[in-house]
């Protein structure tokens, strides 16, 4: 499955860059000898918002301070496969810059609650469903006003390690987030982004790190 997940977004990657590069021409030019976009291509300015969904890799390494001296901690990265969502909302001021609020979230399973306080330990093995998040302000620059277009966007965010469907604490700290991508049609682009963060809770610090690829819906 992951396989085929892999293939799937190399491929549409891969189709927005040759898009890009063939219809990357230069736009007509206006009476007054001005670059002008295409009737179809205005936008981009103005109310955001966005919404994305793709697969991806979640890493995290905990370890506990002296108030938990008995605490179990991963002195090694674990990485877990995972489905991740992406809603951003905002204001584009120009047609090549985006100024938006980003929620960025990779879900994925585990045996066992990776931060503190350290969970009971269980009579089922049931899995527990975790997410690992990032919110924060990111700013997105195009490199041209209208579809196709490459981007890269970034920015400082409050990283969170939670499990949403189980009584577990939740985990917060500083975190950030990068990447780019590519708007291979009006509204639509595959993007790929790189997390990071630092959540603490009651004597345990984890260190997070996630690499994404989506495919984003962008309304403007």
């Known amino acids: 499955m992951r396989r085929i997940w892999a293939l799937l977004m190399a491929s549409l990657l891969l189709a927005g860059v040759q898009g890009y590069c063939q219809q990357s021409k ?3 030019a206006s009476s007054t000898g001005q670059t002008t976009a295409p009737s179809e291509h205005k936008g981009r300015k103005g109310f955001i918002i966005g919404l994305g969904l793709g697969p991806g890799q979640t890493g995290y390494s905990s370890w506990a301070d002296r108030s938990y001296p008995g605490l179990k901690t991963s002195k090694f990265p674990e990485i877990k496969f995972s489905v991740n969502s992406d809603f951003k909302i905002g204001f584009a ?3 090549k810059v985006l100024i938006c609020w980003v929620s ?6 585990e045996k066992s609650y990776p931060v503190g306080p350290y969970p009971p330990v269980r009579s089922n093995a049931d899995d527990v469903v975790l997410a690992n998040g ?6 997105s620059y195009f490199f041209r006003p209208w579809a196709p277009s490459v981007y890269i966007f970034g920015g400082p965010g409050y990283a969170l390690l939670s499990a949403p469907f ?3 604490s939740t985990s917060a700290g500083f975190g950030f987030f990068v990447g780019g ?6 509204h639509w682009c595959v993007e790929g982004s790189l997390a990071g963060g630092a959540p ?16 984003n819906w962008l309304g403007y």
């Open 26 to 28: 230069p736009a007509p």
């Open 93 to 95: 001021p120009s047609s």
């Open 104 to 109: 960025e979230v990779a879900w994925y399973r």
């Open 134 to 139: 990032i919110g924060g302000a990111c700013v």
């Open 166 to 168: 189980d009584d577990y």
């Open 181 to 186: 991508g590519v708007e291979f049609a009006r």
């Open 200 to 215: 603490r809770v009651a004597g345990m610090t984890t260190r997070t790190v996630s690499l994404r690829i989506m495919i």
